[in-house]
Structure formats: structure tokens, C-alpha cells
T-cell receptor, first 112, second 114 residues
Framework: NAGVTQTPKFRVLKTGQSMTLLCAQD?????MYWYRQDPGMGLRLIHY???????AKGEVPDGYNVSRLKKQNFLLGLESAAPSQTSVYFC???????????FGPGTRLLVL | KNQVEQSPQSLIILEGKNCTLQ??????????LRWYKQDTGRGPVSLTI?????NTKSNGRYTATLDADTKQSSLHITASQLSDSASYIC?????????????FGSGTQLTVLP
């Protein structure tokens, strides 16, 4: 099993450009999450999903959109990137009845 | 606001030495407290998990303690190895069924030198 994978690993964007980050998991988990990690701060939840076709806002959802069209994939979109969105983005997933979240390797995004 | 504070922010020790990392939280109520290890350039990996009724939990050379009265947890690393160099993150979970999500500390960066 690959676990949780994220693509791309690294990306540079110009302000105003758009992009989509892909998260995939092969553990048949219902719950999936997108976090951002900034220096000196704890991981902050952007959006999450409790099942295929459902999404919900987390702590810092502004400027991001998500979609969960397939159970194994969770997409994070930036419609118009801003320098404040420079961060490392982590995807995580977990089983419905178990609380341990499994994290992907992260995507490092730089917005100029 | 529910918070998780970790100390120290960073720590440097020599290989073979022991160390203790601290976590103070104000999240209440909570269902469990976890310690995650995050290697540089990787995602966090769960080390230990304790419910609010547990006092200690071990995972090899890692031992976590929890004092629910003082809202403090610690992670003790015994006989440190170079591979222990990482960020250690304290995470508090809300009660099952709560709309709140996990609260993450900002981590303690541990460096183990040969």
C-alpha cells in the first residue's frame, strides 16, 4: 500500500494563478483532510470530507476550494493564488471508527 | 480559544542522552492526546495516543505521560539516537461526535548530535 500520496511535491506560482493539489489514499478511508503548516504554527485545517461527495470547511477555508468526487481522492484548489498561501500543505485520511490520521508527504507551495 | 502550547521550541542534545518535551493544553473536554513525530520534509506520524483517563503510554524509547488535572503532557525520549532528530507535535482530539477538529501544537524541533 502506498498510503497517502500527494502531487505535486513542490510548486511555484505567480500571484493570481490557479492550481490543484491532488491527494490520493489507498486505505479505503472515509475521512480526508487538507491542512496547511506554517513556521511557528501548528497544522491548521483548511477543509475536510467525511465521505465521497461531501466536504466541509475547517479553520482556514478562505481562498481554497475542495472536491471529493471519488472516495480515494481529495482535491484542493486555489483559484487565485496569493503570497499568503505560501505554505506546506498536508493531506491526511482516517478510518471512520479509528482516530489515527495518516498524513501524506506534503506539497510545498511558493506564491510569488 | 482552545490551545496547545509546546516547550521548548527547539532542543539540541547529544546522542545517547535522554530528553523530555512538554505540552500544555487548554482544550476541554477532550477525548485523547497524541504525540506525532515529523521528520524533515515528511508528514507527521503518530507515536503515542492516550485517552483522558490514561497516565502513561510507551512506544519503544518514547514514553508519554498525561496529567489531566494540570492539563499537561510530556514526551520522554530515552537513549536518543540520530534518527530521533525531528519535530514532535502534541495534538489534542475533541470528544467523539464533536464538531471541533484536532488542535495541533506548533511542535518542538529536536536535534540529536553525534
Amino acid at each position: 500500500n502506498a498510503g497517502v500520496t500527494q502531487t505535486p511535491k513542490f510548486r511555484v506560482l505567480k500571484t493570481g494563478q490557479s492550481m490543484t493539489l491532488l491527494c490520493a489514499q489507498d486505505m479505503n478511508h472515509e475521512y480526508m483532510y487538507w491542512y496547511r503548516q506554517d513556521p511557528g504554527m501548528g497544522l491548521r485545517l483548511i477543509h475536510y470530507s467525511v465521505g465521497e461527495g461531501t466536504t466541509a470547511k475547517g479553520e482556514v477555508p478562505d481562498g481554497y476550494n475542495v472536491s471529493r468526487l471519488k472516495k480515494q481522492n481529495f482535491l484542493l484548489g486555489l483559484e487565485s493564488a496569493a503570497p499568503s498561501q505560501t505554505s506546506v500543505y498536508f493531506c491526511a485520511s482516517r478510518h471512520t471508527t479509528k482516530e489515527t490520521q495518516y498524513f501524506g508527504p506534503g506539497t510545498r507551495l511558493l506564491v510569488l | 480559544k482552545n490551545q496547545v502550547e509546546q516547550s521548548p521550541q527547539s532542543l539540541i542534545i547529544l546522542e545517547g542522552k535522554n530528553c523530555t518535551l512538554q505540552c500544555n493544553y487548554t482544550v476541554s473536554p477532550f477525548s485523547n492526546l497524541r504525540w506525532y513525530k515529523q521528520d524533515t520534509g515528511r508528514g507527521p506520524v503518530s507515536l503515542t495516543i492516550m485517552t483522558f483517563s490514561e497516565n502513561t503510554k510507551s512506544n519503544g524509547r518514547y514514553t508519554a505521560t498525561l496529567d489531566a488535572d494540570t492539563k499537561q503532557s510530556s514526551l520522554h525520549i530515552t537513549a536518543s539516537q540520530l534518527s530521533d532528530s525531528a519535530s514532535y507535535i502534541c495534538v489534542v482530539s475533541p470528544p467523539s461526535g464533536s464538531a471541533r477538529q484536532l488542535t495541533f501544537g506548533s511542535g518542538t524541533q529536536l536535534t540529536v548530535l553525534p
